[in-house]
């Protein structure tokens, strides 16, 4: 069930569910940790050959796959760890600072 | 027994752990979490969790990166707790009470903290009265979560805030408490021992676990850099290291019956390669320090040694 | 109508709670051993065994367990129900404060005995009003036939939808628990029909539903706010209480109320008191009024949340008034059911002479004798003396 908690700041003690329960599961989708990164991970697809150990070593279940591959990252919650990095037997996943990405942005 | 699926076959099974937590960056638990719950497939999976670094990181208010459902009431009682969730559904279940198409999985999930120490009695009793779970420890060595205090699991040397090397003290003096032997002492059906650097045999193992009635045990390394003073990105190389030293073998015990899953015969490496890796140990490689090393890969040597023999007897070892 | 069966009993408190326990057939039982709580829990292993009860009963290790696993199988939807009594009590404290934090309506026996050290196994008070801040009901009972009543109305009013807290129902160790007393049970269908269907609620075993039960709510969240309504379900439970007492009064023909009073209308001097001490304390009455001495007596059956009106109103009228407590808070100005009363009349600024009785810890006799004696200073106390401004101990060795 949706749970909205858009003014949750403002909730007093009556507007929470009784023993601070959470009623939303995995409600933490919203919650952004990309901002922790210092630097991105980047994928080439050409040298990628889809042995999926990336998307079985992210803590932060943020290697995105479509179809049954790895297509991106999850930019809102990587927190930049490398392990996918290290981990890719052919070196596909390279690790930039996240400023070559706003100065791109800019 | 654990058969391996490949990793195609795994990624159609749904990830019951959503990103958005604040584990660190690089954190085993959630690596280990996602691989195990791989192993519930898809079926609905209660999770009782002790306080820790996983607790505390995936529920903060009002956010829950679980997509189970899971219940947290204090740090030494994980097991005690999905005991009580296990008996309601065995009993709501019977009156017909429960509306759900596959069966619930129950799963216990401890730090080395709520595992080892404070919560093996609760540990103890819920394996000990069969109910029909999984119970997991995350093992990374420390009481984490509370600033890297020792834990009966802490590896023989290592520096932690309360086992600090110093002018006349090298670190922890004790050796590891095995806990998996502790659960095979219990005559349970299936422990494990396992590591997510090799996700296929977590995640199978996982799968047995789920899958036999009765409690199961999984033993899983969990790296953590902030304990273990190592780079981010190297938990799955420092823990395939760490099997490869035979320091945290990777084996099945099914009905008392030893199998070992990984034996690095001439490529066993010295517990000193991941140690140097680690600044947890940094002090051991003084030389008024040394022997400690030579100490701990003797003790890990010989309780390879003990594994090993336990595979050869007829009906499997007692541990 | 009352639907009571006409049949009496001769039964232990232990063994009267075990029958209510077996009427109501809860889902799940999980429970320790622990002297003088011991045969609650074995009998209802013997309906277990038999097959006479649905529950499954978890034998947990401890009693930190066992509240522990209570709280899971709450949280799962199960009626939910176990026993203890001091040191057992003590030892699950940490979680029997997070029961009533995640408001679960589980409902536990705390037959009453003394804390250690030094060990000992009789009756006092000190277990129950060690938990008296940890956000349960607390109902007291002081016979066989109370405990069972309360038992029956437990689940109504701890599953109220206004209140939704765990509730615990007290009688004293060895004295009640463990002697044989006359039980007017009511029929199985009174019983069932009274604790009535357990209202649907969060679960744990909703597939489509998951929920996350018991988070970390930090310095920056909402602590304090969750604490404010566990608070607000205690001071809506006290209304709902007499509500259920009063619905009870209907299918059993016995009433209850917060106070529990004898001769107060005239009373010039009270005592207040807990548990079976009242049954010694109403003999003695008769003695005293016959002597002139208008003497009156409150019980207190609901003592959380407490009945602060009620028992400022019963004793707005009484000149000098002795508070009678099974236990002590060591350093404060008298025993916590002292604390209690006093505050109570204060805050509705209530003026009587008061005095703190300590009495039976570790399960020290208390004889028609004691409360005579308390009678005869408050009624000194009356006619214009003095009471003590410290504590009293009744029938203390030495000194």
Redesign the interface.
């Known amino acids: 069930m949706k749970w909205d908690i858009s003014d949750i700041k403002d909730w007093g003690p009556g507007r929470h569910e009784p023993g601070a329960v959470i009623p939303e599961a995995g409600n933490a989708r919203a919650y952004k940790t990309g901002g922790w990164r210092t630097n991105r991970p980047v994928r080439d697809d050409e040298t990628c050959t889809q042995c999926l150990f990336c998307f079985f070593f992210c803590p932060d279940a943020s290697v995105l796959l479509a179809d049954g591959k790895v297509a991106d990252f999850d930019l809102d919650h990587c927190k930049g760890c490398a392990i996918c990095a290290t981990e890719c037997p052919v070196d596909a996943i390279t690790m930039h600072p996240e400023s070559e990405f706003r100065r791109k942005a800019e | 027994m654990a058969t391996k699926l490949s ?2 076959e ?3 099974r749904p ?1 019951h ?15 280990v979490l ?2 195990v719950l791989m192993g519930a497939k898809d079926n ?1 999976v ?1 999770i ?1 969790n002790a306080t820790g670094c996983l ?2 990181s ?17 740090f ?2 994980a097991a ?13 279940l ?2 017909g ?6 069966p ?1 999985k129950f799963l216990s999930v401890g730090g080395d903290g709520g595992s080892y120490d404070i919560g093996l ?2 540990l ?2 819920a394996l ?2 069969g109910h029909d779970i999984v119970v997991l420890c995350y093992d990374n060595g420390a009481y984490m979560n509370t600033g890297f205090q020792r834990s009966a699991a802490t590896p023989f040397g290592a520096w932690t805030t309360t086992s600090p090397d110093g002018k006349v003290r090298p670190g922890k003096t004790q050796q590891r408490k095995n806990l998996t032997r502790i659960a095979v002492a219990h005559g349970i059906p299936y422990v494990a021992q396992a590591s ?2 090799n ?1 296929r045999d977590l995640i199978s193992k996982a799968e047995v676990a789920f899958d036999t009635p009765g409690p199961a045990f999984l033993n899983v390394l969990s790296p953590c850099p902030r304990g273990w003073r190592s780079a ?6 420092l823990a395939k290291m760490m099997v490869q030293s035979c320091f945290w073998p990777l084996y099945e015990v099914v009905d008392g019956r030893y199998t070992i899953n990984y034996d690095p015969k001439d490529r066993k490496i010295p517990i000193r390669d991941w140690m140097e890796q680690q600044g947890r140990f940094k002090h051991l490689f003084k030389p008024q320090f040394a022997y400690m090393i030579d100490e701990a890969q003797a003790y890990v040597d010989s309780e390879w040694d003990r594994l090993k023999s336990m595979t050869t007897l007829p009906g499997g070892g007692e541990a | 109508m009352s639907t009571t069966t006409e049949k009496l009993l001769a039964v232990t408190g232990n063994q009267a709670v075990a029958m209510a326990m077996k009427q109501l057939d809860p889902d799940v039982v999980a429970a320790y051993p622990i002297t003088p709580q011991t045969d609650v829990v074995q009998t209802f292993s013997q309906y277990v065994a038999d097959g006479v009860v649905k529950a499954e009963f978890v034998t947990v290790e401890s009693e930190h367990s066992a509240m522990s696993a209570c709280i899971g199988s709450a949280a799962a939807g199960a009626r939910t129900m176990t026993a203890t009594s001091s040191a057992g009590f003590a030892l699950m404290w940490e979680v029997v404060y997070v029961a009533a934090s995640l408001r679960l309506p589980i409902i536990m026996t705390t037959v009453n005995r003394a804390l250690s050290g030094p060990i000992n196994i009789h009756c006092d008070h000190s277990d129950s009003m060690g938990g008296r801040d940890s956000g349960w009901i607390q109902i007291y009972n002081e016979d066989a036939q109370e405990a069972y009543d309360a038992t029956v109305m437990s689940f109504p009013i701890a599953e109220h939808a206004d209140v939704r807290l765990p509730l615990m129902n007290m009688y004293d160790g060895f004295i009640i628990s463990g002697a044989i007393g006359p039980l007017r049970p009511l029929s199985d269908e009174t019983v069932k029909a009274f604790a009535g269907e357990q209202p649907v609620v969060r679960t744990l075993l909703k597939p489509e539903e998951p929920i996350t039960v018991g988070p970390f709510d930090g310095l920056h969240g909402w602590y304090f706010e969750h604490k404010i309504a566990q608070n607000r379900a205690m001071e809506a439970a006290l209304p709902i209480i007499q509500d259920t007492y009063d619905r009870f009064a209907e299918v059993s023909g016995r009433q209850y109320h917060h106070l529990m009073q004898y001769d107060m209308e005239d009373a010039d001097v009270a005592i207040v008191v807990i548990g079976s001490a009242a049954g010694t304390a109403r003999t003695v009455i008769k003695t005293l009024r016959d002597e002139g001495i208008k003497a009156g007596l409150i019980k207190i059956r609901t003592f959380r949340p407490f009945p602060t009106e009620e028992m400022a109103r019963a004793l707005s009228g009484v000149k000098a008034v002795a508070v009678l407590d099974r236990a002590d808070s060591f350093g404060a100005q008298g025993g916590p059911l002292y604390l209690e009363v006093l505050a109570a009349l204060y805050q509705k600024g209530v003026h009587t002479k008061t005095v703190n009785c300590i009495y039976g810890l570790g399960g020290r006799d208390l004889y028609p004798r004691n409360i005579e004696d308390v009678y005869r200073m408050l009624a000194d106390a009356a006619d214009g003396g003095d009471l003590p401004h410290s504590r009293v101990y009744l029938n203390m060795k030495g000194e």
């Not at chain 2, 959503?18 to 660190?24: D, E, I, K, V």
């Not at chain 2, 995936?58 to 204090?74: L, Q």
């Not at chain 2, 005690?80 to 709501?92: M, R």
């Open positions: 990793p195609k795994y990624i159609k990830d752990l959503t990103g958005g937590h604040r584990l660190c960056a690089g954190c085993g638990a959630g690596i996602r691989q609905p209660v009782s607790e505390v995936t529920t903060i208010y009002p956010y829950t990166a679980w997509k189970d459902s899971f219940i947290h009431s204090a030494e009682n005690a707790t999905i005991s009580g969730v296990e008996a309601a559904y065995k009993s709501l019977r009156q009470k429960v509306q759900s198409d596959k619930y009695q609760a103890s009793g000990e009265r997510p650097h996700f981010d990105p190297d938990g799955m190389k």
